[in-house]
């Protein structure tokens, strides 16, 4: 049973760019969530996603966008990309009030 | 809003228990987690506990909860080298509140094990 699968695993970009960071739940799961997680830093909740729509959001500017599709993977946007948006991009997904499964990441990395 | 705190670093030699702290702040948590991280890694569900109990016991693992003082202990019995790692204290808020969708987690407190 595959559990949280993220694509890609690392990634560079440069300051200005675009970025499309994308999540494949555990079988089961229905929930969404993306986390920024900085060096040193413990993850910080960017948005979750149920049922194709955005249930809650964290502290983040409108540059973060998201998807849910149907089968319910999701996407992560980042507009305009800062060297402070450079992190480990953690998808977590569950299934109603369960627990949280994270994915291993994206490292993102802005020059 | 919600604030998590755990101390930064623990040595402990192999065979020891090791015990990390945690303290919370968001009276209204329905569930806290330890999560573990690898380096290079995303993280891994250790254990949970419910608000309204006050210990749970899995295998090497205990979690012992103080809701009053919203403090939140892991103990690992016999510590192995390959516990060496991250560990992240995470709340969940009340969804009556809002806060239900969402973890908060601390810094992480690094646990290195020594032979």
């Known amino acids: 049973d595959a559990g949280v699968t993220q694509s890609p695993t690392h990634l560079i970009k440069t300051r200005g760019q675009q970025v499309t960071l994308r999540c494949s739940p555990k079988?089961?799961?229905?929930?969404v969530s993306w986390y920024q997680q900085a060096l040193g830093q413990g993850p910080q909740f960017i948005f979750q996603?149920?049922?194709?729509?955005?249930?809650q959001r964290g502290n983040f500017p409108d540059r973060f966008s998201g998807h849910q599709f149907p089968n319910y993977s999701s996407e992560l946007n980042v507009n305009a990309l800062l060297l402070g948006d450079s992190a480990l991009y953690l998808c977590?997904?569950?299934?109603?009030?369960?627990?949280?499964?994270f994915g291993s990441g994206t490292r993102l990395t802005v020059v | 809003g919600e604030d998590v705190e755990q101390s930064l670093f623990l040595s402990v030699r192999e065979g020891d228990s090791s015990v990390i702290n945690c303290t919370y702040t968001?009276?209204?948590?329905?569930?806290l987690y330890w999560y573990k991280q690898e380096p290079g890694a995303g993280l891994q569900l250790l254990t949970y506990i419910f608000s309204n109990m006050d210990m749970k016991q899995d295998q090497r693992l205990t979690v012992l909860l103080n809701k009053k003082d919203k403090h939140l202990s892991l103990r690992i019995a016999d510590t192995q080298t390959g516990d060496s790692a991250i560990y992240f204290c995470a709340e969940r808020g009340s969804r009556a509140e809002g806060g239900g969708n969402k973890l908060t987690f601390g810094t992480g407190t690094q646990l290195k094990v020594e032979l």
């Open positions: 968001d009276s209204s948590s329905t569930y």
């Open positions: 996603y149920y049922e194709e729509e955005e249930r």
């Open positions: 079988s089961g799961h229905d929930t």
């Open positions: 977590a997904s569950a299934r109603g009030e369960g627990g949280y499964t």
